[in-house]
């Protein structure tokens, strides 16, 4: 397997995860003031994590590999946890 490949596999993976853990616990802060900013900083702490983990790949990689997927899928699954899966 590519190692580009591999590492991009790998950054989906954990912004996938982490994403749907930090939609569940969004539900239990409850208010988007104290949400939004614990998310925005797990992404960060998983950004800088990565980072160590498939080498400087820059913001460019990560937006594409991590950061959209993450946010995407923290809304996806906050809601759905909010709505309890209704």
């Known amino acids: 397997m590519d190692k580009d490949l591999k590492h991009a596999r790998i950054s989906v993976i954990v ?3 982490l994403s749907i853990i930090v ?3 969004s539900v239990i802060l409850g208010t988007f003031w104290y949400a939004f900013p614990v998310g925005i900083i797990i992404l960060v702490i998983t950004g800088f994590g990565l980072e160590r983990i ?3 790949r820059g913001l460019g990689w990560w937006f594409g590999n991590g ?3 993450y946010l995407f899928l923290w809304y996806v699954s906050w809601v759905l946890f909010f709505n309890g899966f209704a």
């Open 15 to 17: 912004h996938t995860v």
């Open 23 to 25: 939609g569940w616990v």
């Open 54 to 56: 498939v080498g400087k």
């Open 67 to 69: 950061m959209i997927i």
